[in-house]
């Protein structure tokens, strides 16, 4: 938790607008997991007011949203411990951004948390790709993880997932993967990356995608 001070207010306020697009329109509750300042559940509230919206993060941020009275419920705590239980309610939508690589044990924490997942619910999730050629590139020719303040090698990190390690973790949990498909494919501005990727044939897309978007639901 220490090395989390160090981070600067940024690190925590993106809001996820590539996660907030697959949410379906009739999903009217959802809950973040490392819902960091706040900002993604104020912009689905802010898509659709009706929302009941959930957020839990292990930091208290000053100067975030975290407190806005447009956040249904704010929850502080870690996830891996005992003493948080979100088992009473449940979700249309958990998403969980670039969180599950921070856990000591994320394969229990999908086990856990499913039950808060509504029967026909979806998991909406990001996960940075270990396979990404400057990863690769750096321990090949640089002989270091080059660990840094953010991206696939951010410090904070304890696990490290490629495409298929991703796809195990959910279906450990008896989740059925629907989708996993690299964050470019959600950007607009990454069109040379997705010209690149169509002209490959998709060879080498585990190799230029920084994060994988997996949507999984129940019956894995």
Same mark, same amino acid.
């Given at each position: 938790?220490?090395?989390?001070?160090? @981070?600067?207010?940024?690190?925590?306020?993106?809001?996820?607008?590539?996660?907030?697009? #697959?949410?379906?329109?009739?999903?009217?509750? /959802?809950?973040?997991?490392?819902?960091?300042?706040?900002?993604?559940?104020?912009?689905?509230?802010?898509?659709?007011p009706?929302?009941?919206?959930?957020?839990?993060?292990?930091?208290?941020?000053?100067?975030?949203?975290?407190?806005?009275?447009?956040?249904?419920?704010?929850?502080?705590?870690? /996830?891996?411990?005992?003493?948080?239980?979100?088992?009473?309610?449940? =979700?249309?939508?958990?998403?969980?951004?670039?969180?599950?690589?921070?856990?000591?044990?994320?394969?229990?924490? #999908?086990?856990?948390?499913?039950?808060?997942?509504?029967?026909?619910?979806?998991?909406?999730?990001?996960?940075?790709?270990?396979?990404?050629?400057?990863?690769?590139?750096?321990?090949l =020719?640089?002989?270091?993880?080059?660990?840094?303040?953010q991206?696939?090698?951010?410090?904070?990190?304890?696990? $490290? $997932?490629?495409?298929?390690?991703?796809i195990?973790?959910?279906?450990?949990? @008896?989740? @059925?993967?629907?989708?996993?498909?690299?964050? $470019? @494919?959600?950007?607009?501005?990454?069109?040379?990356?997705?010209?690149?990727?169509?002209?490959?044939?998709?060879?080498?897309?585990?190799?230029?995608?920084?994060?994988?978007?997996?949507?999984?639901r129940?019956?894995?």
């Amino acid at each position: 938790m220490e090395l989390y001070k160090d @981070k600067n207010i940024s690190y925590f306020s993106n809001v996820r607008e590539d996660l907030i697009n #697959l949410i379906p329109k009739d999903s009217m509750s /959802i809950l973040e997991i490392g819902a960091g300042g706040g900002d993604t559940l104020l912009e689905i509230k802010r898509r659709d007011p009706r929302r009941i919206v959930y957020g839990l993060e292990l930091n208290n941020i000053e100067g975030s949203n975290q407190a806005n009275s447009l956040i249904d419920k704010f929850i502080f705590g870690n /996830i891996e411990n005992d003493d948080v239980d979100i088992s009473k309610f449940q =979700f249309d939508v958990i998403l969980i951004g670039d969180v599950l690589e921070h856990l000591i044990d994320p394969w229990k924490v #999908l086990n856990k948390i499913k039950s808060s997942l509504n029967p026909k619910g979806l998991f909406i999730v990001s996960i940075p790709n270990a396979r990404h050629y400057r990863l690769i590139s750096s321990l090949l =020719f640089g002989g270091t993880f080059n660990y840094q303040e953010q991206g696939v090698l951010d410090k904070t990190h304890l696990r $490290f $997932f490629c495409k298929k390690d991703s796809i195990d973790l959910f279906e450990s949990a @008896k989740l @059925k993967v629907e989708s996993i498909d690299p964050i $470019f @494919k959600y950007y607009p501005e990454s069109n040379k990356i997705k010209w690149f990727n169509r002209l490959t044939l998709g060879l080498f897309e585990e190799f230029i995608s920084l994060q994988y978007v997996v949507i999984a639901r129940y019956g894995g």
